[in-house]
């Protein structure tokens, strides 16, 4: 079965530069989640997408934008990166209440 | 707000013995739904179980079995004859209701890092 696809997998940026993650979610699905997960933490909710519509917004910082195209693949931006931006970077899409997650994109900002 | 607590950190097994993980939940929603998630040491977030709040039944599936009581608001997962395999991170997750016909985020746990020992 076809599963959420991110890119890149990894990913090495200096300080204030920018990042563009990718996510192309589950054929049919209509939702798109982002999350950001640090070093020994949970996953902590960024923003999701409902029908390429922004549908709900969670702890994301103002450098950081999303959004959700036509084809219901999604990009995460992120601009001035910090050293504490270094985290894996979830996305998961669902079809209903269960989210299905892609491998995350590890961001190591030096 | 959901908050969801898992108190156990760590857990470490031998092979083949039981485990249980708990999870405790707050929500004001009277419709939401519970999760596990397993995270192994590659990183990827694996879906395991899912449970609507109007739904207490428990089940068996495989090894795995889980227990929801709203009484509580606890959901507690169990692995039976525990595996190597198993090690992982294990989260316990929340979402609520979404307006519309969309699907709230997931609020997690602190996860418990289970290790089993062969």
């Known amino acids: 079965a076809a599963g959420v696809i991110q890119s890149p997998r990894h990913l090495i940026k200096e300080k204030r530069e920018t990042a563009t993650l990718k996510c192309y979610p589950i054929?049919?699905?209509?939702?798109v989640y982002w999350y950001q997960q640090g070093p020994g933490q949970d996953p902590q909710f960024l923003i999701s997408?409902?029908?390429?519509?922004?549908?709900d917004k969670g702890s994301i910082p103002d450098r950081f934008s999303a959004q959700q195209f036509s084809d219901y693949h999604s990009e995460l931006n992120m601009s001035s990166l910090e050293l504490g931006d270094s985290a894996l970077y979830f996305c998961?899409?669902?079809?209903?209440?269960?989210?299905?997650f892609g491998p995350g994109t590890r961001l190591l900002v030096l | 707000a959901q908050k969801v607590t898992q108190a156990q950190t760590e857990i470490s097994v031998v092979e083949k013995e039981d485990v249980t993980l708990d999870c405790v939940y707050e929500?004001?929603?009277?419709?939401?739904?519970l999760f596990w998630y397993k995270q192994p040491p590659s990183g990827e977030l694996v879906f395991l179980i899912r449970?609507?709040?109007?739904?207490?039944q428990n089940e068996i599936s495989g090894r795995y079995s889980w227990n929801f009581q709203k009484s509580t608001s606890s959901f507690n997962f169990t692995i039976t004859a525990s595996q190597v395999v198993d090690s992982a991170v294990y989260f316990c997750?929340?979402?609520?209701?979404?307006?519309?016909?969309?699907?709230?985020?997931?609020?997690f746990g602190q996860g418990t890092i289970l290790t089993v020992h062969p």
């Open positions: 997408f409902y029908e390429k519509m922004q549908s």
């Open positions: 054929p049919r699905h209509d939702t």
């Open positions: 449970r609507n709040s109007f739904d207490e």
């Open positions: 998961a899409s669902s079809l209903g209440s269960t989210q299905y």
């Open positions: 997750a929340l979402s609520e209701a979404g307006g519309g016909t969309s699907y709230g985020k997931l609020t």
């Open positions: 929500t004001r929603d009277t419709t939401y739904y």
